[in-house]
């Protein structure tokens, strides 16, 4: 297993509310990544933290927002919740920026 | 066009086959590219690093082929347990931020 943890394991909301998920990094890891995996589809990049500050961000609209806190740990919140927000989510954790990434189990999230 | 892209398969191969996937990139600035493995409702697991020189790990050898900005998965001697979708991701370093670009997958199916 990577280390990486990730809560809750499933999640289902309705339409307009707002989830935070979240991610504990693998030890000694200062780079978390979150990324949002549709049916189907590759995992799409959300963002990025690195020692607490956002280091980049995908094409997702502001209400996805994140925070990272000292102990590297994260968390991805969505305010106004929409039907296509359904899907798997997945952070990933790395020694450092450049370094490679490796997966949590995701949280899986069905907005109704 | 989409930036990585791949066949999404399904490869349907006896076991003891081999097996090759491709993955192509539009994104000449790319630097480095992996192969992950996902099983159903699992995350992503990296498989192997592809380097410019080529690599191998046991039964599995990647290649990269920066001139036509391909990467190749070649699984030899099939075994059930690898049926799973096989990603592909390559990764451009962007003012000090790494995130990596999935492709969609292709599903590998194995039969006894």
């Known amino acids: 297993e990577t280390g990486v943890t990730q809560s809750p394991t499933h999640l289902i909301k309705t339409r307009g509310q707002q989830v935070t998920l979240r991610c504990s990094s693998q030890?000694?890891?200062?780079?978390v990544s979150w990324y949002q995996q549709a049916l189907g589809q590759g995992p799409q990049f959300i963002f990025q933290y690195y020692r607490e500050e956002e280091n980049g961000r995908g094409n997702f609209p502001p209400r996805f927002s994140g925070l990272q806190f000292p102990n590297y740990s994260s968390e991805l919140n969505v305010n106004a919740l929409e039907l296509d927000d359904s899907a798997l989510y997945l952070c990933?954790?790395?020694?450092?920026?450049?370094?490679?990434?490796?997966f949590g189990p995701g949280t899986r999230l069905l907005v109704l | 066009r989409k930036e990585v892209e791949q066949d999404p398969g399904p490869f349907n191969v006896p076991e003891g086959a081999t097996v090759a996937f491709n993955c192509t990139y539009s994104n000449s600035a790319s630097q480095s590219f992996f192969w992950y493995r996902q099983d159903c409702r699992k995350e992503p697991k990296l498989l192997m690093s592809v380097y410019s020189s080529g690599n191998e790990d046991g039964r599995f050898t990647a290649q990269l082929n920066r001139a036509s900005q391909y990467i190749s998965l070649l699984i030899r001697d099939s075994k059930l347990s690898d049926s799973a979708t096989y990603l592909c991701a390559v990764n451009k370093e962007d003012t000090g931020r790494r995130a990596l670009t999935f492709g969609s997958g292709t599903r590998l199916q194995v039969q006894p």
């Open positions: 030890s000694g890891h200062n780079t």
């Open positions: 990933a954790s790395s020694l450092e920026v450049s370094e490679t990434q490796y």
